[in-house]
């Protein structure tokens, strides 16, 4: 029985958008969520409470995502020892590498893991997050490799169909 | 009993220096640690037969170092749905920006945990290895809070010492 | 008779609009082209088989096209010594300069050829396939010819359509 | 009667050789400092408590120092209302691109005053912490009309001994 | 009584849009603004006589926008010693990177207190005037504490928005 | 028997320690090759002569390097449709990254096979050289085949000797 | 009596809608103009006999546009020892920066005077060869003055119109 | 008889060094230079009127060289119609690419011409200026002429020499 949970953390509820599918991709694998608004610099306290109660709460990983300076990822593994990833947020005007290299130049002693800018990157944080919880979860690891497949097949059929659009011609 | 692994994989000898760091890191919390030279684009059928048989062997997490164009840690990611760790070297004229954006910037479907250029990233690459294994082993929990600790008082010890220096004149 | 081809290698579907026209300008030279759809990273197994037995088809250049990451190119060259043309795509927050630093930063013994960022990339990798086959094909070396002086033509007539405009104020 | 003073807080004890002249000038125009190291990351309680207790320690200028992801001036921020001054440090493989982004980048809200990377950032942020104090204290405005006429002189000075130079060839 | 003042420099009119947001928050905070469109290149005998005659008009802080080469506020820091705050606007080809350097980049004895590009830079601009004017003015103060808690509130709501959206799927 | 030629065109002498390993790599093939030192910008009317009389002269391949601007591989183009691989320089303030962009977007219709800055492009891009005349020369895929299998036993070798290293302790 | 001319050379005609604000200016100073579409790269041959006999049919100064590698302001300074001014024309996946690196960068002995990227850039090329015409044509300068005493009455009339809509509500 | 002048102002003495190679060429094309250390920043007044009497004293030619924000020749070309050629320095964290936007990026109005960073870029600002003068003094384009010869000649030679060696192995 799961009771494990990944928690995505998001600065500003306008980020919801590049992380939804984060939060979807997360369901398919049937691993339970939770989703809160804390701001690193608006809300420090609660951000602090509630990464210093996490593990009693069950929480296993940190997704955070945030965009400009994005500090939360860091913010919040300055208060835990569970594995955090962060997720750049394309906005304003650098359109997120500002927020890629705040979450990947962490200095020693304090790692994020990043992933790539904007929805990819929130696509891969809850495949890393299922990955990290599969090593504890077998079944998790069976739906892995089957998700592999998936894209194996889903691959191989785009393939088939532009090789046929063009035979055609 | 602990007989997972780690495997620290690098393109070319010459990261070696930046990944030291690492690998005592790693060493320092006990964690068994499987060093190799492996290069995507010059030996890629052997990274292909060590990533398959990585579960196998007892490996659970995975460090990639590389510099320039850096794809290894995406190779190996192609291969297995066991974390990867990418360490983004200094190398060439770009120093570690283009390893950084090769490794971050990966296609949804395959996550790779990018960590900072250079020996930040691989010291922090080694935390974030026990971060991951410590959600099963429960004595690295304990160890990563005794390393967080030391962090502290380090820091305090420093700010202790420039105050008094300070004082002196 | 002419019976060698060109490979063209797409990451994802989504890279077809910008590799279409990479696609007729080969056909506008009369080369056999051959248009797969074959992930590096999500179906390395396929590229890998395609690649090992792409002499014995008959292909003699490879273009591969990926955006982000970009590790197509790189991973054709590691299985073989055939001339490799990389396009980097534009996709993402990074609008392709990941993927040109991606494609262009290879580590020595590995060369990818690597050509403009998205359409103007795409279609000179045509033309670069076209002057590498025209080594050993007179006639496309004629063809060529040709196609300079048409391009000639077309930006004289671009030059006096414009001066004319002008003239008539 | 002057009590106020000006907080420089550095992320590590390396930051000091840069910090240096910022201490030194604020100390040429007799402005208490209180110099500290406090790691945003690391030493995230001391930070919110130092933070927290500024004000009744008549502390009325955050000046603050880090390198990489720089998330020292924002983390203060965070805690107070009074301004904060953030100096970029020259570290790692990025020197100090990442720190001034991480800094300069702020959301809506929480301002952080940012200045250029390294030892010219450091001196003007002693002279910005100096203005600032300057509105309430009129003495200190004199001062900084005196430093400004030394500039005045030091570049005249210059450029005597400059063109005196060339006259003789 | 507040009689002191806020100056807003903008180099264009065009600049407006970005900083009325600047302008909108200064008044939520009833503090006396002046707005001028002075070009630093454009109109130079202008600035400095606004700038030379300022602190007798009564202003204590200059918030400068510009765009491009964004010399504005520096060339006002050259003629005053009351604190000159920068924001770059987005503009042109380069989407106001071209700005913040300009802009922070200053060289020793003449800061810039430089913030973010565009809209949530032109909003941190009016809460740093506030910082800097509430050493002096206490009611302003207990303003920026009543505005910080109204953002904890805000991202607070937020909060429950999301996840009461989340709950009913 | 071989006597088609390849061509480096260096545009300065300086340039000729970072190409000097490709002169080197190509000898190795025993490929017959041209140095030339030749600028597109001082001396354009003997490029134009050397490029317009090439073909007769036997080149196949030209191999252009250049620092900062970088005209040289495109201004080569210009005049010929043999294959032109670009080496960008590793020369003044920029290190090379305005040599990678000058060369490498290229406008459609005139390709400059680009490869990596400094040393390991001037590698690659005899490497390119050897694997473009070898569609047309059996027995210089025999030599890259070999040249394959020297790197993989080069990278095994070293892979060896690291581990055997951390055996020892 | 004016017969000196300036010389507009764009590469492509798609550059046109960028550079007619610089015929414009240069009309409006009653500036004979020639505009010529030429290549650099596809009609090497034309472009070197239009430099060559430049000087004889009165042209003073060349403005050139280019996007991308921009070779085309260096490639007439090549033929020429008339001033050369380039336009970095935004274009393509990177904006112009491409442009702008691959003219400014130019090598010693071998000038471009290189303008903003876009249609700032345009106008300002037409000023600048104004500028330098007006060297020897004192009418010019006083048109220049005109231009600027313009200039001012145009911020100072935004200046008006904005504070008037303040003062307004 | 020439008496026309050219005016290579430096903001800090500092960057003479970079600057010498510029007034050499000049010399060399004996060009009659006034050298100055005035800075943007630090000595407006004096800029200012230095600007504003600068005809009157037969400059003809500005060349601006300042490093970081590098708004000097902005604040030249802000009090003349004169000619101003900005020359970006390698200095600070950045190496110049701050001076160079700064330089380059001018507003509509108001041109630099900007040239290279560093010494080539010194050199070239020289050659632009002798290139401006040469308009209305005809012996200054005989030297520019001979000055081009030169530039060939000793490419040839380097050409020789190299292909010398390479002929003796």
Redesign the interface.
Known sequence: MTV?KVAIII???SD?STMEPC?QELKGFDIPVV??????????E?L?EFVLSAQKEGI??FIAAA?????LP??I???T???V?GV?I?S???????S?????????????????????GA???A??AV??????QPEL?EA??K??RN??E???K??Q???ER?RRG
Not at 67 to 71: E, P
Not at 131 to 136: D, K, R
């Open positions: 494990t600065g500003s509820d919801w939060y989703v809160r608004v804390i701001s690193a610099h608006r809300t420090p609660k602090r296993e990983v965009g400009m300076s994005a500090a860091g913010a593994a300055a208060y020892s569970l594995p990833i750049p394309i304003g005007a650098l359109q997120g590498i500002d890629l290299l705040s979450m990947v130049q962490m200095p020693p002693g304090m790692p994020v893991a990043t992933v790539a800018i904007g929805v990819p696509k891969n944080a495949l890393l990955q990290i919880l599969a090593l504890a690891g892995l490799k998700f592999k894209m194996v889903s691959v191989d785009k393939d169909v532009l090789q063009l």
